[in-house]
């Protein structure tokens, strides 16, 4: 078990700053995720706390131990890849004792070990085939067994669910869920996938060029974000950003759109604003706040008349584009709400949690 701490860090991989003075504090046993678009430097930050890369600045500190001089097999980490490259030659059994038995730990104590993370992983049947027999996800179950019989500190996994099929992916990503429940090690986790790091994370770390732009628990990341950097990464589809205007009207406000239609705020969100008038603001509405109107509005839900674009159909839920104040948006409506492109639609749009956001310096101002 262990805790981890970093400040401080840097690393440059040649003109590229990769990762720009990260703070960072991981409680032992939290399921932290390192979440961010692609070159963020997740896999960077992850690799330094492994000890693959070197900081060029800043304290890495596991257990309360400075481990900048420590090398990789020093720390007591166990890491799973993306490529979780088995060896093909030996049994899904000798794959997992691997790391064991390079370390010269007793057979009798091998063989508890692998029969113990087996029957976690739901693999007891495999242990004597070759990973060419296997499927991809149950392949993926003898890399994470691999990791887990080495009674780590600390389990890093980078991206281990990226080669698998959809339906796969939801599976094991449920198992890595409950496997952490049991075994309750601290586990930092990369991903570019939202979904999995909301469905996953105790503590979600959004990175971007380097830097944490935000963290948090999922949740709050989700409803409060700070940028809108944040509030259009996490969510799917993506929240609506459409630009306006703002407008206070005595104690009111709206916001205006270029289009000449406007939105009517809730008092709450309008009041610590007062001062803003004429204001250029980009206004985030997510697709889950559109509805089908119907029967009397709620405060702070507004009435809006729109015609159906694209009617893309999950099952549950039909995510339709609209135009909004001259953008595209995509409301999520229920699966029957709408059946035709063209159609006339009346929605309602709760406006209660609009986040509102400064166009030039991307912050969420209300
Ligand atoms: N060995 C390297 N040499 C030079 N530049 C590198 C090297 N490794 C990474 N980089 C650069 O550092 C930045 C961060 O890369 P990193 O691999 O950490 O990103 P990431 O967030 O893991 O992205 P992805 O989601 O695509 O895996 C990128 O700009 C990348 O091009
Ligand atoms: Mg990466």
């Known amino acids: 078990m262990a805790d981890v701490k970093l400040s401080g860090v840097h690393k440059y991989y040649g003109n590229v700053h990769a990762v720009r003075g990260v703070d960072l504090t991981i409680a032992d046993g939290e399921f932290a995720v390192l979440v961010g678009p692609s070159g963020c430097g997740k896999s960077t930050l992850l690799r330094t706390i492994a000890g693959l890369e070197d900081p060029d600045g800043g304290t890495i500190t596991i257990a309360g131990a400075v481990v900048n001089d420590l090398r990789p097999r020093e720390r007591n980490i166990a890491m799973v890849f993306q490529n979780y490259a088995l060896y093909p030659y030996l049994t899904v059994s000798e794959n997992i004792a691997f790391g064991l038995r390079a370390r010269k730990t007793p057979e009798i104590e091998i063989r508890k070990r692998v029969s113990e993370a087996a029957e976690m992983l739901g693999i007891g049947n495999f242990l004597q ?137 809730p008092s709450a969100k309008a009041r610590p604003l007062a001062n803003m ?51 595209d948006a995509v409301a999520e409506l229920q699966a029957h709400d709408v059946s035709s492109h063209g159609e006339r639609i009346d929605l309602a749009i709760d406006l209660n949690r609009v986040v509102l956001i400064d166009p030039a310096s991307g912050l969420v101002i209300a």
């Open 277 to 327: 008038d004429g204001r250029d603001i980009l206004v985030g509405i997510r697709p889950q706040h559109f509805s089908r109107a119907g029967g009397p509005l709620r405060e702070g839900v507004v009435p809006y008349s729109a015609t159906a674009d694209l009617i893309q159909p999950t099952g549950t839920r039909t995510f339709t584009t609209i135009r909004i104040g001259g953008t």
């Open 129 to 265: 085939r070759y990973p060419r027999q296997l499927s991809g996800g149950q392949r993926q179950r003898v890399a994470i067994g691999r990791a887990i019989v080495r009674k780590a500190d600390l389990f890093l996994f980078d991206e281990p669910l990226s080669n698998l099929d959809a339906q796969l992916r939801d599976e094991m990503r449920t198992e890595i869920k409950r496997l952490h429940h049991e075994i309750t090690t601290t586990m930092i986790y990369v991903t570019h996938d939202q979904v999995e790091a909301m469905t996953l994370a105790d503590r979600i770390v959004l990175l971007r060029d380097g830097n944490i732009e935000q963290q948090g628990a999922p949740l709050e990341l989700f409803e409060q974000p700070r940028t809108g950097f944040v509030a259009g990464f996490l969510g799917s589809p993506s929240i609506n950003l459409i630009p306006a205007t703002f407008r206070t009207n005595g104690p009111g406000a709206a916001v205006v759109f270029q289009t000449g239609g406007e939105l009517t705020l």
